[in-house]
C-alpha cells in the first residue's frame, strides 16, 4: 500500500497495490503492521456500508466526541464519490480546513481520517457504496455534525446538493451553542 499525508496532519490517501493477471486482480486493504509504521491507529473495531441510490446524494458532516472519538478508514466500492473532511481539533495549524477527494470503485484509493475530523460525502454516480472501518463502536450520546454547508469552513461541493437527511440540514452554525 502507498500512504501519501495530505495537506491536513494525520489524514492519508492510501493506495492499494494491485497484483494483477488474467483473472482481475488481488489488493490489501488493510496490514496491521503497515498502519502502525505510520503511526496510524490500527484498532478498527467496527465496519459500516452505506448505499446511495442517486447522484448527488450529500451525507456529512459527521463525527463523534470524545471519549468515542473515532478513525475512519473510507471507500467507495461501487460508484464514486467526493470525499471531504475537516480538521475540528483546535489545536491544529489546519484547524477549521478541509480536504476533497474523489475516492471510486476504478481508482481503489482510501482516505483515512483521524480522530477530530468531521467527515462526510457526496456521490457523483448512481448507486454509489461506500465501506467504512471505524476504530470505535457508534456511541449515539457522542455523536455529532456540522453543517455541510456551514459558511464558516466554505465547503466546495462538485454538484448541487441532492438528497440531504433532515438530521444533517439542522446542525447548527459552527461556533454557536451545540
Same mark, same amino acid.
Given at each position: +500500500? %502507498? /500512504? *501519501? =499525508?495530505? %495537506? !491536513? %496532519? #494525520?489524514? &492519508?490517501?492510501? *493506495?492499494?497495490? !494491485? !497484483? =494483477?493477471? =488474467?483473472? #482481475? /486482480? &488481488?489488493?490489501?486493504? &488493510?496490514? +496491521?503492521?503497515e498502519f502502525e509504521e505510520h503511526d496510524l491507529n490500527s484498532g478498527l473495531v467496527q465496519c459500516n456500508i452505506s448505499f446511495n441510490k442517486k447522484k448527488g446524494t450529500l451525507r456529512g458532516m459527521h463525527y463523534q466526541a470524545d471519549p468515542h472519538a473515532e478513525v475512519k478508514l473510507v471507500r467507495c466500492t461501487s460508484g464514486a464519490i467526493c470525499d471531504i473532511i475537516i480538521d475540528l481539533r483546535a489545536e491544529s495549524p489546519t484547524f477549521k480546513q478541509w480536504f476533497a477527494a474523489e475516492l471510486s470503485e476504478k481508482n481503489h484509493q482510501m482516505l483515512y481520517v483521524p480522530e477530530g475530523f468531521a467527515h462526510g460525502y457526496q456521490t457523483l454516480e448512481e448507486q454509489s457504496e461506500v465501506f467504512y472501518q471505524v476504530s470505535a463502536f457508534y456511541n449515539p450520546a457522542s455523536e455529532r455534525g456540522v453543517r455541510w454547508n456551514d459558511p464558516a469552513f466554505g465547503i466546495k461541493w462538485p454538484l448541487p446538493a441532492g438528497v440531504v437527511s433532515k438530521k444533517d440540514e439542522s446542525y447548527p452554525d459552527w461556533g454557536t451553542k451545540r
Amino acid at each position: +500500500m %502507498k /500512504f *501519501t =499525508e495530505i %495537506k !491536513l %496532519k #494525520g489524514a &492519508f490517501i492510501i *493506495t492499494p497495490d !494491485l !497484483l =494483477e493477471d =488474467e483473472r #482481475g /486482480f &488481488f489488493a490489501r486493504t &488493510f496490514c +496491521m503492521r503497515e498502519f502502525e509504521e505510520h503511526d496510524l491507529n490500527s484498532g478498527l473495531v467496527q465496519c459500516n456500508i452505506s448505499f446511495n441510490k442517486k447522484k448527488g446524494t450529500l451525507r456529512g458532516m459527521h463525527y463523534q466526541a470524545d471519549p468515542h472519538a473515532e478513525v475512519k478508514l473510507v471507500r467507495c466500492t461501487s460508484g464514486a464519490i467526493c470525499d471531504i473532511i475537516i480538521d475540528l481539533r483546535a489545536e491544529s495549524p489546519t484547524f477549521k480546513q478541509w480536504f476533497a477527494a474523489e475516492l471510486s470503485e476504478k481508482n481503489h484509493q482510501m482516505l483515512y481520517v483521524p480522530e477530530g475530523f468531521a467527515h462526510g460525502y457526496q456521490t457523483l454516480e448512481e448507486q454509489s457504496e461506500v465501506f467504512y472501518q471505524v476504530s470505535a463502536f457508534y456511541n449515539p450520546a457522542s455523536e455529532r455534525g456540522v453543517r455541510w454547508n456551514d459558511p464558516a469552513f466554505g465547503i466546495k461541493w462538485p454538484l448541487p446538493a441532492g438528497v440531504v437527511s433532515k438530521k444533517d440540514e439542522s446542525y447548527p452554525d459552527w461556533g454557536t451553542k451545540r
